[in-house]
């Protein structure tokens, strides 16, 4: 990567890139773009390990919730958003290594997105590669893009989501997830 972009950048916000403390940061921002945008380079996709669910005759079919955190940046500013996310998903023949949701949602979000965007290329992922009988989605998230610029509404929220086979169509399975959502 060209690190002249980055001292251009220095030059137009009125910033001196000889200065001391930015000699070295050109370097710096270029690598740390290269791990915080990793989600372009395919060859750090996670591969989803699964296994077959039915294990010594014991086939299991309730809901499995993995919770915990994304970082991802707007597409439209390049500033961070970041917050927390819900996957459920109603195992099919397999079973997904669940260690592998966070580290899928990790690749997708590791690139400029769009939250909308965002839960639907994961699901997609899952659904094709695992064919669960349902999965679902839920991310809400804090735009700094909303909260550090432009309306400049602080700690406002969006919260997106995706809910296919069994937690579209079935108003139980969906309540279920949903209620559990609520308590956190």
């Not at 750090?44 to 940046?73: A, C, R, W």
């Not at 094709?128 to 809400?140: D, I």
């Not at 937690?167 to 956190?184: G, H, L």
């Amino acid at each position: 990567m060209n690190k002249e972009i980055i001292k251009d950048i220095f030059l137009v916000i009125g910033e001196d890139p000889d200065r001391e403390g930015l000699r070295d940061t050109p370097k710096r921002v270029t690598d740390m773009w290269k791990e915080i945008f990793r989600g372009y380079d395919i060859s750090q996709k996670p591969k989803l390990t699964m296994f077959n669910n039915n294990v010594d005759g014991v086939n299991y079919d309730e809901m499995v919730i993995d919770t915990g955190y994304f970082f991802s940046h707007c597409e439209h500013h390049m500033v961070p958003f970041f917050g927390n996310y819900w996957f459920a998903y109603i195992p099919g023949k397999k079973v997904i290594g669940i260690s592998k949701i966070a580290r899928l949602i990790d690749f997708y979000s590791a690139k400029l997105q769009i939250q909308e965007r965002l839960v639907k290329e994961i699901l997609d992922e899952i659904e094709e590669k695992c064919q669960p009988l349902g999965c679902a989605l839920v991310m809400k998230g804090r735009h700094l893009c909303k909260e550090m610029r432009g309306v400049k509404k602080f700690n406002s929220e969006m919260i997106t989501s995706d809910l296919r086979g069994v937690f579209r169509y079935n108003i139980d399975t969906r309540s279920e997830f949903m209620n559990f959502i609520k308590q956190y």
